[in-house]
């Protein structure tokens, strides 16, 4: 790595200008004259989608492995899994002279609309930050960058170039940042590409708090931030907030504004420079890992294999998997023939090869008669005969597995789904063809949840393949023939339907603005809080066989808040097959002073169980597993108290439970002020004591007020405390007769003074 800070002091401002953006649609501007090399990116996530020519914009891309999308990835649960798929990246982007991978993305599935939601994880941070962070590493451990994107607030595609996405500060810290924070954290990615929205009434290409105060300060990213593509509209704003590399190039008026500004004294130079240095750190660390060669095709597909089985949700089962003995099966949905595996946008990969589901059934169903109808059309059109020939193809058959996929143009970048549901010519399909064949396994394709209440009581099995990637065919034989046992569990709710979904009423805004009024309540956080049914659970997933759960330990049973926890259960597989089980640990507050959802995922773990086995799973819960974002003083706080450890199989299977008492460490300043409430005052830690004692005063004071000296408290049918709780010391005083020799503000501030002083 040659001394970045040398190369700085020698270059031109014009060089430095043409360096803060791109030279052409993927590549970086080079400084030959100091050999500065040319650095090329292209996008990700779930493969390598590398254009023929490097120079353009183009849909002509070299031939790499389509991976399954993230939704697949997240409900494997096996961070492992996803380091071992970012390794194959890795590996394909050296083999195609890609020096940074933009992904993975870290977004949120506010709604189940989104999208964009098949390139996003979760609904649960926690949980979309380790899967970020793991395949972080895995690409990076290539000597390959990565992109996390898009940072931040970009939870839907309507107007996601301009759209102002509203939302409260604990809201953007405890939901929205976190995912960010720790793959940032853990995963050290090489770039961050910000978002096209803007963040309360902030374009994020020019928000210097995300992209400066956060992200490049409090969370040590030391990196380089680049724009999506397009996403700045005043260059010189954006290097003010932090913005250090704009893509796509070439862009000579930046280059020129950028020029001009420096030399008319608007921009300081040393603003310009830091991100100059920022991007040499990049692109040299970029040109030290030698490029080219090849990957390993077959390798690769049959890693994209392993894990998209790893990802499917098998749902609902009566017994019927895995299929045994089937003589004859009917294989019905064009989806078995032409398998959608992927969404649309710039994550689109041209596939080394597809595996096709009929074709990898036929090959695991051995002497089995094996016939096939279309079902549905490619459009939305209804076509009854098309119904009427699968329920013949089906009715005669030992099983029949039917393959639906949502039409690709539903899911996509660049536009939402209008509604959560199957084509009327599925669900009618789905119908007909379980009342013809009650053995009816539905097997589904799509990127995000779908609603099933019009026909979920049909089949006998329902399994969630997801977009599986150019595998994926091969991997639903793998699951619904038993040779592999399935363990995916939900990374987001399936919802009964779309109007119980959390951000139903304020999706996705009108006017520009989006407002994020449900808060910290998205995903299980709404629905448990709540109490609203769900069609399946955050966490959800079956297997072929079953688990017990028993001996729960925590490392202590009171602690203090930086020192930890360390939660033990041990886990047993019941039955009679070898499997998976995802042990999920979830924390519950049981009273804190700001509100907080019922529970909260804080810790996972996946582990692989021969029947009668058990394994003792250990998982670590740290200061922040127990914190909640307090803007009032702009930290994460912990309070004195007792929580709930909860230890389940999804989130509505908690199968143990115990309560520890956690100890705050913090030394909160004072935020009283002379319009805190008596409730305020107790519940301050340095509040308390002052008050505590004249408290009782005041209430004897205002009783005397309210209804004389003689009269009981309850004169006025009312609990006089119960009342002055709620109101400001100040106004309590204003109400007490004696207090003459002193204004009640006096008064007040001087209790505040002695509640600071402590
Ligand atoms: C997308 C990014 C992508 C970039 C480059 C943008 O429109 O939002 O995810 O990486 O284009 O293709």
């Not at 001394?3 to 360096?19: N, P, V």
């Not at 009427?388 to 058959?397: C, K, L, N, T």
């Not at 448990?528 to 490392?555: C, H, I, Q, R, W």
Request: charged fraction near 25%; hydrophobic fraction near 40%; include cysteine.
């Amino acid at each position: 790595m040659p001394d970045i800070s040398k190369i700085l002091a020698q270059m031109t401002l014009e060089e430095k200008a043409a360096l803060c953006t791109g030279a052409t649609a993927w590549t970086s501007t080079p400084v030959e004259r100091l050999g500065v090399p040319e650095m090329m990116v292209t996008d990700g996530p779930h493969g390598v989608r590398r254009s023929s020519d490097v120079r353009a914009i183009s849909s002509d891309t070299l031939p790499a492995t389509c991976f399954p999308t993230a939704s697949s990835l997240a409900s494997t649960w096996d961070v492992d899994l996803l380091k071992e798929m970012g390794r194959a990246l890795g590996e394909e982007c050296i083999a195609l002279n890609v020096d940074v991978l933009l992904g993975p993305g870290a977004n949120m599935k506010r709604s189940p609309l989104c999208g964009r939601n098949f390139e996003y994880f979760s609904e649960d941070p926690y949980l979309a930050g380790e899967m970020a962070a793991g395949l972080i590493q895995g690409i990076q451990s290539k000597g390959v960058g990565t992109s996390l994107k898009h940072y931040a607030a970009n939870n839907q595609e309507f107007q996601r170039f301009s759209i102002n996405a509203e939302m409260d500060e604990r809201t953007l810290r405890e939901i929205y940042l976190p995912a960010f924070e720790t793959a940032v954290k853990k995963g050290k990615p090489w770039t961050v590409m910000c978002s096209y929205n803007k963040l309360n009434g902030i374009r994020a290409s020019e928000h210097r708090k995300l992209l400066v105060d956060i992200l490049k300060e409090e969370w040590g990213f030391e990196g380089l931030v680049v724009s999506d593509w397009g996403a700045v509209r005043d260059r010189i704003a954006s290097l003010k907030g932090g913005l250090d590399w704009e893509m796509p190039g070439p862009k000579d008026y930046r280059v020129k504004a950028v020029v001009d500004a420096v030399r008319s004294g608007e921009l300081d130079e040393a603003v310009l420079d830091e991100s100059v240095r920022r991007i040499l750190g990049i692109v040299f660390r970029a040109a030290e890992t030698p490029k080219g060669g090849k990957f390993n095709i077959d390798a690769h597909h049959a890693l994209a294999r392993k894990i998209s089985a790893e990802g499917m949700v098998l749902l609902k089962n009566n017994g019927i998997l895995p299929l045994k003995n089937a003589q004859h099966i009917a294989v019905i949905g064009r989806a078995a023939e032409e398998p959608y595996f992927q969404g649309g946008g710039s994550s689109h990969i041209n596939p080394t090869k597809v595996a096709v589901p009929f074709v990898e059934l036929k090959q695991l169903a051995g002497e089995a008669e094996v016939t096939y109808a279309e079902g549905y059309p490619e459009d939305d059109s209804f076509q009854q005969a098309l119904i009427e020939q699968a329920v013949e193809v089906a009715q005669p058959a030992d099983v029949a597995l039917l393959f639906i996929a949502l039409p690709s143009y539903k899911e996509s970048e660049g536009y939402d789904r209008p509604d959560l549901d199957l084509t009327a010519q599925q669900v009618a399909l789905i119908q007909a063809v379980c009342r013809a064949q009650p053995k009816t396994v539905v097997i589904l394709n799509n990127g995000s949840a779908v609603t099933m209440s019009e026909w979920i009581d049909g089949p006998a099995a329902v399994l969630e393949a997801w977009m599986m990637g150019q595998a994926g065919g091969g991997a639903i034989a793998d699951v619904l023939f038993g040779k592999v046992n399935p363990s995916g569990k939900l990374a987001e709710t399936f919802p009964i339907k779309l109007s119980d979904t959390p951000a139903y009423l304020n999706f996705p805004g009108s006017n520009g603005v989006v407002r994020y009024s449900e808060g910290i309540y998205i995903g299980y956080r709404y629905y448990d809080t709540k109490e609203m049914p769900v069609l399946f659970p955050f966490g959800y997933g079956l297997s072929y066989t079953t688990f017990a759960y028993s001996n729960l330990k925590t490392s202590a049973q009171r602690f203090k808040d930086v020192d930890g926890l360390t939660v033990s259960v041990d886990v047993t597989n019941t039955g009679s097959l070898a499997g998976k089980e995802t042990v999920q640990v979830y924390v519950r507050d049981i009273q804190s002073r700001l509100p907080r959802p019922v529970k909260e995922l804080k810790g996972f773990a996946k582990v692989e169980l021969k029947p009668g086995e058990t394994k003792t799973v250990s998982i670590p819960l740290n200061f922040r597993a127990f914190a909640y974002f307090d803007p009032r003083y702009n930290q994460w706080v912990t309070e004195d108290g007792d929580f709930e450890i909860l230890v389940g199989a999804s989130s509505a299977d908690i199968r143990c439970k115990t309560v520890v008492a956690l100890q705050s460490t913090l030394d909160l300043p004072c935020m009283l002020d002379r319009e805190s409430t008596a409730k305020e005052w107790m519940e301050d830690p340095r509040g308390k004591p002052v008050i505590e004692p004249v408290l009782k005063k005041m209430e004897e004071g205002m009783r005397k007020m309210i209804g004389g000296e003689d009269q009981p408290s309850d004169s006025l049918g009312m609990d006089i405390m119960g009342m002055i709780m709620d109101m400001p010391v100040v106004s309590i005083l204003h109400f007490q007769a004696d207090a003459v020799d002193r204004t009640p503000e006096e008064l007040v501030d001087g209790l505040l003074a002695q509640a600071r002083a402590r």
